[in-house]
């Protein structure tokens, strides 16, 4: 469960988990933030990219890959016109190790086609259910 909680200063808000983590939440100045924190759009990428990065990494591992460095980079393309979602997401990994490079596609495969909840969610659009108080 997320709590989003406003804090009293233009768009800006705190969003905590059940174990007590916290993130800002935030947009840039010209948009009626404090430009702060993660916008919201941001932070889709981050779960997808830590989702997908968490599997590959632990999938690597497990087949006996040494890692000395992972950098993964998302970038948006997002709809000119509201809403502004995103059209296509680019992925860019680098993998620094020993480690053979079909174990670093196959683990890429099975994160992409199987393990990441996130990009799953992503590809099959939940239900939604909202009740407003």
């Known amino acids: 469960?997320?709590?989003?909680?406003?804090?009293?200063?233009?768009?800006?808000?705190?969003?905590r988990d059940d174990q007590g983590h916290s993130i800002i939440v935030d947009t840039d100045i010209e948009s009626g933030g404090?430009?702060?924190?993660?916008k919201p759009m941001e932070l889709l990428l981050v779960a997808l990219a830590?989702?997908?990065?968490m599997d590959i990494v632990a999938?690597?591992?497990k087949k006996g890959g040494?890692?000395?460095s992972f950098k993964m980079i998302?970038?948006?393309?997002?709809?000119?016109?509201?809403?502004?979602?995103?059209?296509k997401i680019f992925y860019e990994i680098e993998c620094k190790g020993d480690y053979?490079?079909?174990d670093l596609l196959r683990s890429f495969e099975l994160s992409?086609?199987?393990?990441?909840?996130?990009?799953?969610?992503?590809?099959?659009?939940?239900?939604?259910?909202?009740?407003?108080?």
């Open 74 to 87: 998302l970038k948006g393309e997002k709809n000119p016109e509201h809403p502004k979602r995103y059209l």
């Open 112 to 133: 992409r086609d199987k393990y990441c909840s996130v990009l799953a969610t992503l590809k099959n659009t939940p239900e939604f259910e909202f009740k407003v108080l």
């Open 34 to 38: 404090l430009d702060k924190g993660f």
């Open 66 to 68: 040494k890692i000395d």
């Open 100 to 102: 053979k490079r079909e």
């Open 50 to 53: 830590g989702c997908m990065g």
């Open 59 to 61: 999938i690597l591992q």
């Open 1 to 15: 469960m997320i709590t989003l909680i406003w804090n009293k200063k233009g768009l800006q808000f705190t969003a």
